[in-house]
């Protein structure tokens, strides 16, 4: 099973700054990872696939990047709604997996 | 637009079974996968498997196989989870979500339903 590993666990940042987490997997998942936003109550929703392409409507803000074994999310000036909980998945291999999250706070 | 619409939350005793729905719209169903992720109170997610809408031929998970099935009723463009014998360690909210195209069985989850949770207790 490939385990994907998040960091940091917790960034506390204030609106209008640059937020950026890593993904990091146990093997080599080539460009097959995919990022998720979920605020509390709310189902997952999918950000960039297959590394770096951004999903249907979201905005130019969010970007991705990597491969092979190291992954990076950028959100370059964060809004007041992209606080909350980012998850990387990976779909080289079964089972699917994902990351424990990195929780984006208000500092 | 696409959706995808649960059914609501539902409260069971240990050892009851349960059925959770899916109903899709806004999209032909046969054309995606639809796979199902748990994530048990303040957890992250977990992969439980997936359903290939034109054949319904499932594949589960390790830890999702003997109490966890999936099915489909295609003429209303449904999935289905079904869980027998629940457990305490059962409860969590359990999502369907659509296959974004890809290798067969190895997605990303482009839609999700909002959500159902299950709530086993005596």
């Known amino acids: 099973e490939i385990v994907l590993t998040q960091s940091p666990a917790t960034l506390s940042l204030s609106p209008g700054e640059r937020a950026t987490l890593s993904c990091r997997a146990s093997?080599?998942?080539?460009?097959?990872l995919a990022w998720y936003q979920q605020k509390p109550g709310q189902a997952p929703r999918l950000l960039i696939y297959?590394?770096?392409n951004r999903a249907t409507g979201i905005p130019a803000r969010f970007s991705g990047s990597g491969s092979g074994t190291d992954f990076t999310l950028v959100i370059s000036s964060l809004e007041p709604e992209d606080f909350a909980v980012y998850y990387c998945?990976?779909?080289?291999?079964?089972?699917?997996?994902f990351g424990p999250g990195t929780k984006v706070d208000v500092k | 637009q696409v959706q995808l619409v649960q059914s609501g939350s539902e409260l069971k005793k240990p050892g009851a079974s349960v059925k959770v729905s899916c109903k899709a719209s806004?999209?032909?169903?046969?054309?995606?996968?639809m796979t199902w992720v748990r994530q048990a109170p303040g957890q992250g997610l977990e992969w439980m498997g997936w359903i290939n809408t034109n054949t319904g031929n499932p594949t589960y998970a390790q830890g999702f196989t003997g109490r966890f099935v999936f099915s489909l009723d295609t003429s209303v463009s449904t999935a289905y989870l079904q869980i027998s014998s629940l457990k305490a360690e059962d409860t969590a909210v359990y999502y369907c979500a659509r296959g974004h195209p890809g290798i067969a069985g190895k997605y990303s989850f482009d839609y999700w339903g909002q959500g159902t949770l299950v709530t086993v207790s005596s």
């Open positions: 806004g999209y032909t169903f046969t054309n995606y996968a």
């Open positions: 093997q080599s998942v080539s460009s097959y």
């Open positions: 998945q990976q779909r080289s291999n079964w089972p699917l997996t």
């Open positions: 297959d590394a770096s």
